[in-house]
């Protein structure tokens, strides 16, 4: 069966740009393939971070991708500093994996001008990547536009290896990317990808009241300065929100409207927000029941890194008998 990996940075409850953009997709892939769903908590620690804060985010991510729909007895959703495997990998992978490579990675350039000290985590960030991806021998990755090039190296780490290893049989395959449907979710400020750290995105789990005091002042088409200006829709990030949340049926009419100015901007918005309600209602209420049930989080935490470990375990094992270590 095919086999798919996907991680996600503890960063608290879900927002609907993480959920469009992986969580809701984990829910449909579930169905499909052998899934390994990892809240990657090491990966949060090339910043300045709380410990306390840590561990509640990593919680409250929990909780939200369980209410959003991911089903611990059919996919394998585990803590990935629970599965020591991973860092042992990642040293692992560290004797050969290109530093020209991953000097050019683009998310180490950006984030590295911004910083005055710069940790070697920042650096070897996508090495730990691509352990997480490789431990499980997976085959597909999903992942949004901003993740591909992180996914070549990982490719690039596993040709090496086998080449290195393992030259008459591959031992770990190159995984593909399975891009997500909806790629790159723009925040309320339309000028950036949706993020907490911005302060352009609407919580999963918000009230439906918190959600439209956000929609009502949303960056809209810019061409829509007055109520009788006919839009175009594909530059207006509410009608992608449209695409994402409301029925076809719906985008279609927003587009009519939008293009003909049948409707204002406040009016899509409140289509929207109805759209947005139907879908996330259920999620809030799920998310309210598993909170209230601490033990199970626990429980589904802790039975899927059983299952992790099982499978990284033997990868470890025939990794260390193809290296030369042990007797």
Same mark, same amino acid.
Request: aromatic share 8%; charged share 25%.
């Given at each position: 069966?095919?086999?798919? %990996? @996907?991680?996600?940075?503890? #960063?608290?409850? +879900?927002?609907?740009?993480?959920?469009?953009?992986?969580?809701?997709?984990?829910?449909?892939?579930?169905?499909? %393939?052998?899934?390994?769903?990892?809240?990657?908590?090491?990966? =949060?620690?090339?910043?300045?971070?709380?410990? &306390?804060?840590?561990?509640?985010?990593?919680?409250?991510?929990?909780?939200?991708? $369980?209410?959003?729909?991911?089903?611990?007895?059919? #996919?394998?959703?585990?803590?990935?500093? #629970?599965?020591?495997?991973?860092?042992?990998?990642?040293?692992? %992978?560290?004797?050969?994996?290109?530093?020209?490579?991953?000097?050019?990675?683009? !998310? %180490?350039?950006?984030?590295?001008?911004?910083?005055?000290?710069?940790?070697?985590?920042?650096?070897?960030?996508?090495?730990?990547?691509?352990?997480?991806?490789?431990?499980?021998?997976?085959?597909?990755?999903?992942?949004?536009?901003?993740? $591909?090039?992180?996914?070549?190296?990982? *490719?690039?780490? &596993?040709?090496?290896?086998?080449?290195?290893? @393992?030259?008459?049989?591959?031992?770990?395959?190159?995984?593909? =990317?399975?891009?997500?449907?909806?790629?790159?979710?723009?925040?309320?400020?339309?000028?950036?990808?949706?993020?907490?750290?911005?302060?352009?995105?609407?919580?999963?789990?918000?009230?439906? =009241?918190?959600?439209?005091?956000?929609?009502?002042?949303?960056?809209?088409?810019?061409?829509?300065?007055? *109520?009788?200006?006919?839009?175009?829709?594909?530059?207006?990030?509410?009608?992608? +929100?449209?695409?994402?949340? @409301?029925?076809?049926?719906?985008?279609?009419?927003?587009?009519? !409207?939008?293009?003909?100015?049948?409707?204002?901007?406040?009016?899509?918005?409140?289509?929207?927000?109805?759209?947005?309600?139907?879908?996330?209602?259920?999620?809030?209420?799920?998310?309210?029941?598993?909170?209230?049930?601490?033990?199970?989080?626990?429980?589904?935490?802790?039975?899927?890194?059983?299952?992790?470990?099982?499978?990284?375990?033997?990868?470890?094992?025939?990794?260390?008998?193809?290296?030369?270590?042990?007797?």
């Amino acid at each position: 069966m095919t086999r798919i %990996f @996907s991680g996600i940075q503890p #960063s608290g409850e +879900l927002h609907i740009g993480n959920y469009l953009g992986a969580v809701k997709n984990w829910v449909a892939l579930q169905q499909r %393939f052998e899934s390994f769903y990892c809240i990657v908590d090491y990966h =949060a620690i090339t910043v300045e971070y709380e410990p &306390a804060a840590l561990r509640e985010r990593t919680r409250d991510m929990a909780i939200s991708i $369980l209410a959003s729909g991911v089903d611990p007895a059919r #996919s394998i959703l585990f803590v990935q500093s #629970s599965v020591p495997e991973h860092t042992e990998l990642a040293w692992i %992978f560290n004797s050969v994996a290109p530093l020209g490579e991953l000097e050019r990675q683009t !998310q %180490f350039k950006d984030k590295s001008s911004r910083q005055e000290s710069i940790a070697v985590g920042l650096l070897t960030y996508p090495v730990l990547q691509a352990a997480d991806i490789l431990l499980y021998k997976a085959d597909l990755v999903p992942v949004g536009e901003d993740q $591909l090039q992180h996914l070549e190296l990982s *490719r690039e780490v &596993a040709r090496k290896w086998n080449a290195r290893f @393992s030259p008459a049989t591959p031992f770990f395959p190159e995984p593909k =990317a399975e891009v997500t449907p909806t790629a790159r979710v723009m925040g309320l400020d339309g000028s950036a990808k949706m993020s907490k750290s911005l302060g352009n995105t609407v919580g999963l789990l918000e009230e439906p =009241a918190a959600i439209w005091e956000k929609l009502k002042p949303a960056v809209t088409d810019p061409a829509r300065v007055r *109520r009788t200006d006919p839009g175009t829709p594909e530059v207006c990030n509410i009608y992608h +929100l449209h695409k994402a949340f @409301s029925p076809p049926e719906t985008v279609r009419h927003v587009a009519v !409207q939008c293009s003909t100015a049948g409707w204002g901007c406040i009016d899509c918005k409140k289509v929207l927000h109805e759209s947005m309600t139907a879908e996330l209602a259920p999620v809030r209420e799920r998310a309210k029941e598993i909170r209230a049930s601490p033990i199970a989080v626990d429980t589904a935490l802790r039975s899927g890194a059983e299952r992790a470990r099982t499978v990284a375990r033997d990868t470890i094992r025939e990794v260390k008998e193809r290296m030369g270590f042990g007797s």
